[in-house]
């Protein structure tokens, strides 16, 4: 055991331990991280691109996106700052959906955002059922601080990985480290691995 | 690299308002040093092994291994309440860091800078402004610090009574709930003319550093893009539902 806080009590957690991964604590509110001011999008202008290795880029817009099938991911969240909520609701298109527009075999993707924020992950963990980009959150539009119009969902890892205000994603043949990334946060991020920085 | 969990010791503490306190930490295997606007993640342990971590900014610069956070009671907490009102000198934690590479000022830097603080969003900020003292730099630094009122506020002798050291710091501070007697402005919210007045000129090309809880960072952060300052050049930081920096 590690050195032990003289009178820290803690408070334990009971059922729903199982669910917050370690050195994370269960908040109710949702609070917001990043690292500039928040772009202002409308949904006129925007636009969601996916570029293959190849170069070829599908786009849609606003209404083609509405348009596509619609899920209602529900699931907890894991930021790397330590919080975690459990029980997230949320409205937007499976990547599975919009990954059958393009012809890939690349192995890593970098998505992109207004704003200029970037982050990199494994293409894999955008498939399978596992990532969408989300634009309402308790049947709500989503906030414009919270990333709307729209934003990456990507909950099986830290939720620096579920870009906001996205714009698109670039299909690549290696990885290429985004905005925290570069900065010291860890190249994958998952919560349950404790991945938060270079070298966890 | 924010390397391993070092354990540390509680060497003094000030008390900086009713709920907050400044803790000064010597990291006992050694301390890597770090830069203003950086954090360190803390981790408490129990008698039984259960341990509980957070974040918090530091809130100085480094003497030796000897670091220092201010942390803010928030009702109801698990951690801060023990930080705040139990932990006693001698006493032990663990401490990781430093930690963020991107809110962070660089002593080194001539351009001038815009500190946005809401509530303990200061803290930071009291650390960008304790190391350009310490470099002895003569960037041209503006604070606005956004406080409740009087009694919340954090570093006040400091603040008001600056440090030799501390010319061509400009400190304004905005109440928002109650102001002491006198006090021009009166208490509300800080706006974009508030930004405005007692921020720098988009055109002085400043950087701004913008930290506090997400209402406060919003607004501010949108004020100085109405303004025409460059959002490259505007860094934020907000507080997570702990009251815990980020």
């Not at chain 1, 937007?92 to 207004?114: C, I, K, M, N, R």
């Not at chain 2, 660089?106 to 350009?132: E, H, I, K, Q, Y």
């Not at chain 2, 600056?162 to 009166?186: I, K, N, Q, W």
């Not at chain 2, 406060?216 to 050049?233: C, I, K, S, T």
Request: glycine share 12%; net charge negative; hydrophobic share 40%.
């Amino acid at each position: 055991m590690g050195i032990i806080s003289r009178g820290f009590g803690g408070r334990r957690r009971t059922a729903e331990d199982a669910r917050v991964p370690p050195g994370q604590y269960l908040t109710d509110g949702f609070p917001v991280l990043s690292a500039g001011p928040t772009p202002r999008v409308t949904e006129e202008d925007w636009r969601f691109s996916i570029t293959s290795e190849a170069g070829d880029t599908v786009t849609w817009t606003w209404e083609e996106f509405l348009a596509l099938p619609q899920e209602r991911p529900h699931t907890d969240i894991h930021c790397v700052t330590r919080w975690s909520k459990l029980d997230t609701e949320w409205t937007g298109v499976g990547l599975d959906t919009l990954l059958e527009s393009v012809d890939t075999a690349a192995d890593f993707a970098l998505a992109y955002s207004h704003g200029g924020y970037t982050t990199n992950l494994p293409l894999e963990d955008l498939a399978g059922g596992q990532a969408w980009v989300v634009h309402a959150f308790g049947g709500e539009p989503l906030a414009p601080e919270h990333g709307g119009p729209a934003r990456l969902l990507v909950p099986h890892l830290y939720f620096w990985k579920s870009a906001k205000w996205i714009k698109g994603v670039r299909l690549l043949d290696h990885d290429e480290p985004g905005f925290w990334e570069q900065a010291g946060y860890h190249p994958y991020g998952d919560p349950w691995r404790e991945q938060r920085y270079w070298g966890d | 690299m924010p390397g391993h969990w070092r354990p540390a010791v509680l060497v003094g503490a000030r008390a900086e308002s009713p709920t907050a306190r400044t803790l000064v930490l010597k990291a006992e295997e050694g301390w890597p040093g770090h830069r203003p606007g950086q954090h360190v993640d803390v981790r408490l342990t129990a008698e039984d092994g259960y341990t509980a971590q957070r974040s918090y900014s530091l809130a100085a610069p480094a003497v030796g291994d000897t670091v220092e956070i201010t942390v803010q009671r928030v009702p109801g907490g698990e951690v801060s309440p023990y930080l705040v009102d139990e932990m006693a000198e001698g006493d032990r934690l663990e401490v990781r860091g430093p930690l963020g590479g991107w809110f962070v000022w660089d002593p080194a830097s001539t351009d001038p800078v815009a500190l946005f603080g809401g509530g303990a969003g200061v803290v930071p900020l009291m650390c960008m402004v304790r190391a350009r003292r310490a470099a002895r730099s003569r960037a041209l630094f503006r604070l606005v610090y956004s406080v409740r009122a009087p009694d919340g506020l954090l570093y006040r002798a400091e603040l008001r009574e600056r440090a030799p050291g501390d010319a061509g710091l400009d400190v304004f501070l905005a109440y928002t709930r109650t102001a002491p007697e006198g006090t021009p402005r009166a208490p509300a919210r800080v706006g974009v003319a508030d930004v405005n007045t007692h921020g720098l000129p988009a055109e002085f090309g400043p950087m701004c550093f913008v930290c506090g809880p997400t209402g406060f960072v919003e607004a501010v952060a949108d004020a100085l893009v109405a303004l025409g300052h460059d959002p490259g050049r505007i860094r934020t930081e907000r507080f997570g539902a702990s009251g815990g920096p980020r």
